[in-house]
């Protein structure tokens, strides 16, 4: 079979196709054929002995990364109010911002940063919380879509307990995400919609019900927040007594099974939960910055892993401060070791190859095959140059990756490639 977009990259390879474990390989052929990974080569055999090669000699190619939890019109007060805990900053900051996205000038401005900055950093596919305001969210995912970008973008939906200008009346909150399902679906290059309810205190029983209804007539899956905080877990127990926080979300169809669905930080959820969780396939976005900066807690990923529950990486900005996923990995293993320390609990704190992992194939496996190199994989791949990272001398490609993630930064990106097409 030929493909009239062909070409393959030379360089380091490095990527997990497995939890836990790294595959290297040095001066080898990364072939694209369409939009997919066709193989890897130590030398290209027919058909792909003529195709362009650009060699990236001696730096490291790895898939791009993968950003399962963030917030795009947070971003643009990133790194404020860190002192806060969650309840308190919602509104304090995000709840105040958000509001000025019914303005489309201002949600044009703001978005535009957030776009620009996204293109730059390593992630190459991401699932995004916008706003309540549809203008504004078609804005944001039209952008999304000329940068080439993979994403899902959700219109938020709330009607208690938040602010007045959020808050919106549950028929025309229903009326409103179904008439954006309709404007948004297929209609913009690699951008899709999902439905966001932001979290059970902000949502009634009649809209959950009615968000669910929708995910299960339009085919759409469903993002939203699940036991971040102490006091916010306390309130959905006042709010529904008797009922678990995951089993409100399962009650409205909001849970996953069949149609996927991300729950994004899961800090404390029950065994019970997890079990549910694991269930219905749910994957669970671990936001370790996020967690920190907001005095959340620590996600037993541990525990997580060893349940087998589908697990990626989010940034969560603006709970987290920055965009970089590199970040979100090396926060993730520092934290699994103070969990470890503090709750002195006697189990494994987490690797590179683990968190490597999550921040590729296990995030990418919510787009299906993405996030690694495997054959008939979606050919996403960032090119890392780490020269000024110190002397690489006596240092294996394990070793020049773990150092990539704790030290690198957007300006050691050489290229980026999404489904086959390079943005930079």
Known sequence: MTYEHTFALKG?????????????????????????????????????AEIPVTDYQDRLIIPGLVDLHTHAPQFAFRGIGMDMELLKWLETYPFREEA??????????????????????????????????SPATLHLMEMLSET???????????????????????????????????????????IRPI????????????????????????????????????AEVHWVEELHPGRSYAGVYDQFGLLGNPKPCIMAHCVYCTEEELELMKNNGVFVAHCPQSNTNLASGIAPVRRMLRKGLRIGLGTDVAGGSSLSMFRAMSDAIQVSKLRRALLEEDEA????????????????????????????????????????LGFKGGLDLEQRLERIIYLSDDRNIRAKYVAGQRLF
């Open 100 to 133: 000025r996205y019914k303005d489309f000038i201002y949600a044009n401005q703001a978005y535009d940063r957030f776009v620009a900055a996204l293109t730059m950093s390593g992630t190459a596919r991401a699932v995004i919380f916008a706003t309540i305001h």
């Open 12 to 48: 380091n390879l490095v990527y997990a196709a497995v939890p836990g474990k790294l595959t290297t390989r040095y001066n080898a052929y990364l072939v694209c054929a369409g939009n997919q990974v066709a193989g890897i080569y130590d030398a290209l055999p027919e058909p792909w």
């Open 349 to 388: 704190f987490l690797t590179i190859p683990e968190v490597f992992y999550m921040a590729t194939k296990g995030g990418g496996a919510f787009w299906g095959k993405a996030g690694s190199f495997e054959p008939g994989y979606a050919f996403d791949a960032l090119v890392l140059d780490d020269t000024d």
């Open 148 to 190: 080439g970008l993979q994403a899902y973008v959700g219109k938020v939906s709330m009607d208690r307990n938040c602010p007045v200008p959020l808050r919106e009346k549950t028929k025309a909150a229903l009326e409103d995400a179904e008439q954006w399902l309709r404007q948004s679906t297929d209609r913009f290059p690699g």
């Open 195 to 230: 439905l966001t309810p932001r979290f059970v205190p902000s949502c009634s029983e009649k809209l959950m019900a009615g968000l669910g209804a929708l995910s299960a007539a339009y085919d759409v899956p469903v993002q939203s927040h699940l036991s971040e905080n102490r």
